[in-house]
């Protein structure tokens, strides 16, 4: 996933990079006509093979100088003179090519100025990405948050090579000590337990990943805890010891050089991701548009009918159970939550979720919301802050997730989505909880991005149609 994730993001500041060398040499060149103190004006195609030779060497020195590999720099300073390099090897060269081509007049004023102008670019870019992925990691919600497993030592090292490494945010979220003597050593990691307390901590803790590190000498039935790693739907990794492990989802990825066998548990790579994260923020942006022009209507009918708040907000549970605050617009009587208990024994589900076909906390202006989908619609403030995903698993409360059997966690290893399989299924006439959570995991199990856009489809149409809507 690391691999994967940088990749992306070098191929995308390649681009960038080209793109910089290309505007800067064009304002330089524009800047040059108009000063053109020197009396000397460079010829349209001589500027033209100029910028491309500055392109394509500024990308050279680039990686070179380890810009578009998955190491970081220690700090801003380092990368700032290892661009300075860059771009001033770029120049050297080119000046030279000048001189051998024999290209009469160049002008300096066109020289000077792409330089610096490249220059700042090339540093500002870095610096604005850097501070934006370091920051991504600092908050828990949006970094991958990661237990470590194993010997002192072993933890130790993989925690320093998972800080030299540059991902979309990663965060070590603590570890599990193997033997008693470890705690004894000073270590900047959070020791949650021991080895025994690996599940709790898979239950109670945000964990998206778990590396396994044992040391040589180490016995440990791995098979157990990579099972319910699955079960859980947390991806999991193992620094290679003495052993034998074999796997047929399983991946050979490196952590700066630390080799480890990977499972992403069957959803998507780190571009299907991209391409679902684009659409969530496009979809969003628009649906938050709706909205707020659906707003002032549903707001005055929603109190024009019933006592209470325009919106509803409830806790729910979200990736690997972060808690978050869900909105719809208001469907029931205000009071709708404490009169849930009255109604458990009604319930027409069997398992954790609650549904009643003719619930009568339902409002008359909540039934016509429910059965066009608006009600829906304040969700969109949910997808744009990340919490939520535009196709995903439903999101459940925080009492479903506490009867949850291990196999059932695995729904909410993604985000949840405001459509999914379910909603496009008929969910009307699903009954058994058992079926939602096999119809989750064939979602997460077969996620493509054209599914996505299919289910949104599917989704559009039942609701024109009041298909599955009650």
């Not at 220690?74 to 770029?90: E, K, N, Q, R």
């Not at 379910?422 to 969910?427: D, E, K, L, V």
Request: with cysteine; glycine share 6%.
């Amino acid at each position: 996933m690391f691999q994967q994730q940088f990749y992306i993001v070098a191929n995308i500041l390649m681009a960038l990079d080209a793109l910089i060398m290309i505007v800067t040499g064009y304002i330089a060149y524009l800047i040059s006509l108009e000063v053109r103190a020197e009396g000397l004006v460079m010829a349209w195609h001589d500027f033209l093979g100029c910028v491309l030779f500055s392109m394509f060497a500024n990308n050279y020195f680039m990686a070179k100088f380890g810009f578009y590999t998955l190491r970081r720099f220690p700090s801003t300073w380092p990368m700032m003179g290892a661009v300075f390099l860059a771009v001033s090897l770029d120049f050297i060269v080119l000046s030279t090519g000048v001189i051998l081509a024999g290209i009469d007049p160049f002008s300096r004023v066109y020289l000077i100025v792409h330089f610096l102008s490249a220059l700042s670019a090339l540093i500002i870019t870095r610096v604005v990405l850097y501070y934006y992925l370091d920051q991504r990691a600092l908050t828990a919600s949006n970094s991958r948050q990661i237990l470590l497993v194993g010997s002192q030592d072993r933890i130790a090292a993989v925690a320093a090579a998972l800080d030299r490494q540059r991902s979309w945010g990663h965060q070590v979220a603590g570890s599990l000590r193997i033997k008693r003597d470890d705690n004894e050593r000073a270590s900047q990691i959070p020791v949650l337990g021991e080895l025994s307390d690996f599940d709790r901590v898979l239950r109670e803790r945000q964990i998206d990943e778990v590396i396994l590190a044992l040391p040589k000498d180490f016995r440990l039935n791995l098979d157990e805890y990579v099972q319910t790693c699955k079960k859980m739907g947390v991806a999991f990794r193992i620094v290679p010891a003495m052993f034998d492990f074999t796997e047929a989802s399983l991946r050979v990825e490196t952590i700066q050089g630390i080799p480890t066998l990977t499972d992403h548990v069957g959803f998507a790579g780190a571009s299907g991701l991209m391409y679902k994260k684009l659409l969530d923020l496009v979809a969003g942006f628009l649906g938050f548009i709706g909205f707020l022009l659906l707003y002032p209507i549903a707001g005055l009918a929603i109190k024009l009918d019933s006592p209470g708040p325009v919106l509803f907000k409830q806790r729910r549970v979200g990736m690997h159970g972060r808690v978050f605050t869900l909105y719809k617009f208001r469907s029931m009587v205000a009071d709708a939550e404490s009169r849930k208990n009255e109604l458990l024994k009604e319930s027409e589900m069997a398992g954790p979720i609650f549904k009643i076909e003719r619930d009568p906390r339902i409002t008359r202006v909540g039934r016509f919301l429910r059965r066009t989908s608006i009600d829906e619609f304040p969700q969109f403030i949910n997808v744009l802050k990340g919490e939520m995903s535009l196709v995903g698993t439903r999101p459940p409360t925080l009492d479903e997730v506490t009867q949850y059997e291990d196999w059932h966690r695995r729904r909410i290893s993604i985000k949840p989505g405001i459509t999914g399989l379910w909603q496009i299924s008929g969910r009307s006439k699903i009954t058994n909880f058992a079926d939602v959570v096999k119809l989750d995991l064939q979602y997460i199990d077969r996620w493509r991005f054209r599914r996505d856009l299919a289910i949104l489809w599917k989704t559009i149409w039942a609701v024109l149609t009041g298909k599955g809507a009650k």
